[in-house]
C-alpha cells in the first residue's frame, strides 16, 4: 500500500465524527478552514472565505 499525497486539489476535507461535520481546509494555509453538514456546504464556506481561490468541485 502506497500513502501520499496524491490530490491536486486545493482543499482538504475531513469529517469529524463527534459532531457529524465535515471540513474544508484550503491546503496551503490549514488555518483557513469551513465546516458544513455536507461536504458541498463545507466546500463554499470554504469559497467564500477565500474569495472564490478555492475551486468548487462539488456540485
Do not use: C, H
Not at 476535507?13 to 455536507?38: M, Y
Amino acid at each position: 500500500m502506497r500513502f501520499g499525497n496524491f490530490s491536486n486539489r486545493e482543499y482538504r476535507i475531513a469529517l469529524d465524527t463527534e459532531t457529524q461535520l465535515f471540513w474544508a481546509s484550503e491546503k496551503r494555509d490549514p488555518n483557513i478552514k469551513a465546516s458544513g453538514v455536507t461536504i458541498t456546504e463545507a466546500l463554499n464556506k470554504l469559497n467564500e472565505k477565500t474569495n472564490g481561490l478555492v475551486q468548487q468541485y462539488a456540485n
